[in-house]
């Protein structure tokens, strides 16, 4: 998964490809996959092949929904080339060193747009799947808290966010001490951040090929 600044940064940069008339509930779309952690929907339900087909995509929301998951689908086939030593690791450690350098992109994203406006429209939440309300509406809350005024997110910012998630102290600890390493090997950290790019390329191709007939 790709973090909340990176997804946002992603569904503002796509926004002109489709037929968005509600930029919140757009927005409050392109985050909503990940409430899964809140709610307890399996991943299946919210991140599916389905969710990446052109026939899903017919509201604002749904749009939302459809770049979150276009996002971590190229997002995943990058990282998996651009992270040195995944092959070598463990399934945790993999996961760990992956969502790391997500981490790195993500404090790199929050940088490359007006965040807080964006952030606004999280107040705008649906239930698609007939999950409680209530518990969208914490995760919304859960990334305004993270982000909301803030001009950095160093490492150790992130703890909570993986936390309020229900990601374990242990395994956020890791995750912050990753994020610090990947950081301070200056190449690879350029590498993660400048592969933006590359995706939201390769996301606007997909978006032309969403309206072809």
Known sequence: MALPATHIRFAADMADRYPIHRLEAYISGAVY????????IPRKKTHAGIHLQRSFAESDFTFGWHVHCLCDHL???LYNRLVPGLLKLDELSRWVRLAAAKMVQDQHDMHQIDL?????????????????????NAYNRLIQDTYSGKHHLAPGDYYGLWTGVGVSSHIAEALVSEMQQILEDNALAERICSSYELMLHRGSASSRSLHQP
Not at 33 to 40: A, E, I, K, L, V
Not at 121 to 135: M, S
Request: glycine share 10%; aromatic share 6%; net charge negative.
């Open 33 to 40: 996959p990940d409430s899964r952690r809140f709610t307890g």
């Open 75 to 77: 997002q995943a086939g």
């Open 116 to 136: 807080d406006p964006l952030l606004d429209c999280l107040a705008y939440a649906q239930a698609p799947q007939g999950e409680n309300i209530t518990q969208i």
